[in-house]
């Protein structure tokens, strides 16, 4: 039986959808380089969400008894026309409900996300306390380790440090400026090494695009999903991809 408009349309009004657990781990969890600031960030979030949840619990509460006052408006009302507006009333009151009933489950939803960060990291209160209490050293490390991460990435894009990266480096302690460098240095000529491999691997694809005269077609992203490869370069190469297949052997292993 072929999907109809208003399935979709039932279907898309019900989507609570918000973060994905992938999205919350990685991108926001893990958004910091050490692991004593990524609990940090995920017991963060979950004072966010914490306090959404009782803002949004108290706000259906209010809207339930609204819409109970409503309707009983609505059974005593004599007036047909002011029934008629009584009645959208309590269709509007209705929706409000849902509304605030599918953000709800959105923030139970990240929330059991962050509390699998924290529960990974901590199986005490005792642990607990090592990333909820404020530590000089960690702090430290963090530091060094997230300008590296970016005097690193300044490497990589620029060819060199940026001005406010250095800047911030050289307010650091001369030993912290030293391992922060290090970090950074470490980290540009290892992914620089890798980065050429990895080119070196993909280069024939573009080569051979090179020597088909007829080919113009620029690559797209459409259907990268199917095979995480660039759709050209499966056409291209019949999806032959030396990253793909070594990913998939060690996976294997």
Known sequence: MALTTEQILDYSVKYAGGQTPYQNEIFVGKSHV?????VRQALLELEHRTHS???IEFELEKEKVHAKYIRKRLE???D??????????????ILDIEISERKLQRQQKEQEDFLKIVKESCETEEELLRYWNDDPEEERKYWIARMGKQAA???MSFGRISVGNLDSISMMPEEDQLKALSVGFQYNNLLGAQLQKIERALKP?????????????LPTWEGI?????VPLHDMITGGDNPITQMLEGSEED
């Open 205 to 217: 694809a573009a080569n051979e695009l090179l020597r088909d005269p007829n080919n113009f077609r």
């Open 80 to 93: 047909d026309y002011e029934r008629e507006l009584i009645e959208i009333d309590y269709k509007d009151k």
């Open 225 to 229: 999903e199917e095979t995480l490869n």
């Open 76 to 78: 005593e009302c004599e």
């Open 53 to 55: 949840l009782k803002k």
């Open 153 to 155: 990435l300044d490497m």
């Open 34 to 38: 050490t692991k004593y600031r990524q």
